[in-house]
């Protein structure tokens, strides 16, 4: 990519969502399920300059609290599950929701301050 250009914001988030460069777009982003990798395989982007932080862990709380929580409400309400039967599906279902959003999270993150120029991402 030709430094100095604008660069496009959501496709960026959204090669992040999908763990992958925000600049070439096909290049892995994580090393790990969280860790981000020093720099693109593929384009040599450097992405160690991010700063996600907490950010992606607060949305998906925030993201899972407001999905699970009407849900088991009308759950609750519609069909009145044994307690236990109820405890273990949403618990099972809130481990799996949170496992399958935070990378994504982290990952659209990193696309975001990347696109914006934040934190060391220099135009």
């Known amino acids: ?12 988030v959204w090669r992040g969502w999908r763990r ?5 777009g096909s290049g892995p982003m994580m090393a790990g399920y969280l860790k981000v990798q020093k ?6 982007e450097e992405l ?12 998906t709380i925030l993201l899972v ?9 009308f759950v609750f309400t519609t069909w009145r599950p044994d307690p ?9 279902g809130c481990v ?8 994504r999270l982290k990952g659209a993150i990193v696309g975001f301050q990347w ?7 220099a135009h």
């Open 65 to 73: 609290g407001h999905v699970m929580a009407p849900l088991l409400l």
């Open 39 to 44: 720099s693109c395989p593929v384009c040599r």
């Open 48 to 59: 160690h300059h991010h700063r996600a932080d907490d950010g992606p862990a607060y949305l």
């Open 115 to 121: 696109a914006r120029g934040m934190h060391g991402f």
């Open 96 to 103: 799996a929701l949170s496992l399958y959003l935070l990378p």
């Open 20 to 24: 992958r460069c925000p600049n070439c």
């Open 1 to 12: 990519m030709i430094k100095n250009l604008p660069r496009e914001t959501w496709p960026s």
């Open 84 to 92: 236990l039967i109820l405890f273990t599906i949403f618990a099972v």
